[in-house]
């Protein structure tokens, strides 16, 4: 098994609907991250998590939410999609000694 | 704060061919550097890493990086590329030490290795 889990891989959705994406990890960590990417933009951080009870918003945090619901576990929602929020969206975590990513979840909203 | 700027989008080379990859840092702490590769529909992939000692890093795949403090760079480079380098290679910065513990990427670059 992945050692951090990204589900759905990919998922086409319309405008306005509310859509959760779902990230699971297995390294123990306490730090979780979700990052979105855009073709000539690199990865830019949504959201963070240093534990369960300890949420910050990153860089693009607009028209997005996200769940801590344990210390494996850590989702992101669009509670009303817009087309500008189509990417490609990593879930990681972290400890001393780097950064374990996600395969990513390819999201369109049409 | 940090950023993290690479410094060419795209770098199209032939097979065989040596290679480098520019990355620039600023920083107001001292900073931990990373290289990370995507190849075509898949995840980031660690390639290197410099935490401290030796400025000269070697990763996988035949990638080495040199870490250079007074010009805060980071290049990447290969001696010689094979088609399947072909990839998005991102440069990253993580703050040493303190609760800031953030990993901030460039912007990517594509190498493309033609035959």
């Known amino acids: 098994d992945a050692d951090v889990t990204q589900t759905p891989r990919n998922r086409i959705t319309k405008t306005g609907k509310r859509i959760m994406l779902e990230c699971s990890q297995t390294?123990?960590?306490?730090?979780m991250y979700w990052y979105r990417q855009d073709p000539g933009l690199g990865l830019r951080l949504i959201y963070y998590?240093?534990?369960?009870?300890?949420?910050n918003k990153g860089e693009i945090s607009d028209g997005y939410s996200v769940s801590r619901q344990a210390q494996a576990k850590f989702s992101l929602s669009l509670e009303s999609a817009i087309p500008n929020q189509t990417a490609l969206y990593f879930c990681?975590?972290?400890?001393?000694?780097?950064?374990?990513f996600g395969s990513g979840t390819r999201l369109t909203v049409v | 704060a940090q950023s993290v700027t690479q410094l060419d989008s795209q770098v199209p080379v032939f097979e065989e061919a040596p290679v480098e990859l520019r990355c620039n840092y600023s920083?107001?702490?001292?900073?931990?550097l990373f290289w990370y590769v995507q190849y075509p529909n898949q995840g980031l992939q660690l390639l290197l890493k410099?935490?401290?000692?030796?400025?000269l890093v070697k990763g996988i795949n035949g990638f080495e990086a040199e870490f250079n403090k007074s010009q805060t760079s980071f290049h990447l480079r290969k001696p010689s590329v094979h088609i399947s380098d072909t990839a998005e290679y991102f440069c990253?910065?993580?703050?040493?030490?303190?609760?800031?513990?953030?990993?901030?990427f460039g912007k990517g670059t594509l190498l493309t290795v033609n035959p």
């Open positions: 390294k123990g960590h306490d730090r």
């Open positions: 990681a975590t972290s400890d001393r000694a780097g950064y374990t």
């Open positions: 920083s107001s702490v001292s900073v931990y």
């Open positions: 990253a910065a993580l703050p040493r030490g303190g609760s800031n513990y953030k990993l901030t």
């Open positions: 410099y935490l401290s000692g030796s400025t």
């Open positions: 998590s240093f534990d369960v009870k300890d949420i």
